[in-house]
Protein backbone atom coordinates (compact mmCIF):
# COMPACT_ATOMS: atom_id res chain seq x y z
CA UNK A 1 0.00 0.00 0.00
CA UNK A 2 1.65 3.26 -1.19
CA UNK A 3 0.83 6.56 1.28
CA UNK A 4 1.54 10.33 0.62
CA UNK A 5 2.33 12.76 3.48
CA UNK A 6 2.18 15.84 3.04
CA UNK A 7 4.07 18.80 4.77
CA UNK A 8 2.70 21.71 6.19
CA UNK A 9 2.57 24.57 8.73
CA UNK A 10 0.58 24.85 11.45
CA UNK A 11 -0.27 28.26 13.15
CA UNK A 12 -3.16 29.23 15.87
CA UNK A 13 -4.45 32.69 15.89
CA UNK A 14 -6.97 34.51 18.02
CA UNK A 15 -8.82 37.12 16.03
CA UNK A 16 -11.26 39.64 16.80
CA UNK A 17 -14.52 39.07 15.66
CA UNK A 18 -15.92 35.57 14.15
CA UNK A 19 -15.92 36.79 10.67
CA UNK A 20 -14.46 37.60 7.54
CA UNK A 21 -16.99 39.76 5.25
CA UNK A 22 -19.68 38.66 6.81
CA UNK A 23 -19.23 34.87 6.50
CA UNK A 24 -18.55 32.95 9.68
CA UNK A 25 -14.75 31.22 10.01
CA UNK A 26 -15.45 27.88 9.35
CA UNK A 27 -13.08 24.70 9.16
CA UNK A 28 -12.05 23.53 5.25
CA UNK A 29 -11.60 27.16 3.97
CA UNK A 30 -8.89 28.98 2.55
CA UNK A 31 -7.84 32.31 3.93
CA UNK A 32 -5.54 34.96 3.80
CA UNK A 33 -3.14 35.01 6.24
CA UNK A 34 -0.65 37.92 6.65
CA UNK A 35 1.33 37.75 9.76
CA UNK A 36 4.57 40.19 10.34
CA UNK A 37 5.48 38.33 13.26
CA UNK A 38 5.73 34.84 12.16
CA UNK A 39 6.10 36.45 8.53
CA UNK A 40 3.51 34.72 6.96
CA UNK A 41 1.89 36.29 3.97
CA UNK A 42 0.06 33.39 1.98
CA UNK A 43 -3.64 31.81 1.88
CA UNK A 44 -3.95 28.99 4.35
CA UNK A 45 -6.72 26.20 5.12
CA UNK A 46 -8.82 26.45 8.20
CA UNK A 47 -8.51 23.39 10.23
CA UNK A 48 -10.56 24.55 13.50
CA UNK A 49 -12.65 27.34 14.76
CA UNK A 50 -13.76 28.11 18.91
CA UNK A 51 -16.24 30.96 19.56
CA UNK A 52 -15.53 32.22 22.89
CA UNK A 53 -17.98 34.75 24.33
CA UNK A 54 -16.42 37.71 26.56
CA UNK A 55 -19.44 39.90 27.20
Do not use: C, E, K, Q
Request: hydrophobic fraction near 40%.
Amino acid sequence: MRTTRADGTARVYTVAGHSMGGALWTPNTLVPVSGAYSNIHRDMLIGAVTFVNNA
